[in-house]
């Protein structure tokens, strides 16, 4: 079974502290691994596509990176704009895209 | 970036009746169209996927009489919830998938509230 998990459900940061949500998958034929941001009663807003293991994509304070398993974003010294909900899709070969539940980030002032 | 609009963003609607909601690709054309629905705090539940020209392919355990799905055009995605129960309420999102198949972009959302 097609399954996105996304981890941790929550994360509280410190403005300018550094660190990463992890989406781990396990589907099979990923055509691609999306990355989305989420505001409160608002539509996913588009970050990055991964296609193929070892990519990287940046924009800003993100980095998104890809593994057969996983695909971590690395936050940089975050700001309090960046607090969002981040949720990851896979795209499969079946033309269909699976969501994880979500990483509430935080970040305090 | 490719824009999609969704409308209405929010609607109320008495129990029994029925409510469309549009999804639009503004400036590209979209063969395929997602819907999702998303509970608070929740991540979003795909329910089907709408190819233009063709029927829509639902997933398991949504009801394709009670959700009408039409994709007449490359610009254009239409959700009929039909007969709705408050249980029905949710917020609804659309996705396009662009041409070149890279990246997906939503409507912002249409928050339905049956009474």
């Known amino acids: 079974e097609d399954q996105v998990t996304q981890s941790p459900e929550a994360l509280r940061l410190q403005e300018g502290e550094s660190s990463s949500l992890n989406c781990s998958y396990t589907?099979?034929?990923?055509?691609?691994l999306f990355w989305y941001r989420q505001d409160p009663g608002k539509g996913p807003e588009f970050l990055f596509t991964l296609y193929s293991a070892g990519e990287e994509k940046e924009k800003e304070r993100l980095k998104a990176t890809l593994t057969k398993k996983e695909s971590f974003l690395h936050i940089t010294a975050p700001k309090p704009e960046d607090s969002a909900t981040y949720l990851c899709a896979s795209w499969t070969d079946f033309n269909k895209f699976y969501f994880g539940s979500g990483t509430k980030l935080n970040v305090k002032p | 970036g490719a824009v999609v609009s969704q409308h209405p963003s929010w609607v109320i609607c008495k129990s029994g009746t029925s409510v469309k909601i549009e999804c639009r690709s503004l400036d590209f054309q979209a063969t395929t169209m997602f819907w999702y629905r998303q509970f608070p705090k929740q991540s979003l539940m795909l329910m089907a996927t709408?190819?233009?020209?063709?029927?829509?392919?639902?997933e398991q355990g949504v009801e394709k009489d009670k959700f009408l799905i039409n994709h007449a055009s490359l610009t254009l995605s239409t959700l009929t919830v039909t007969s709705a129960h408050p249980e029905d309420s949710s917020f609804y999102i659309c996705?396009?998938?662009?041409?070149?198949?890279?990246?997906?972009?939503f409507g912002q959302g249409t928050r339905l509230t049956v009474v």
């Open positions: 709408s190819n233009e020209g063709s029927k829509a392919t639902y």
């Open positions: 996705s396009a998938l662009g041409l070149l198949k890279t990246e997906a972009f």
């Open positions: 589907v099979s034929g990923l055509r691609g």
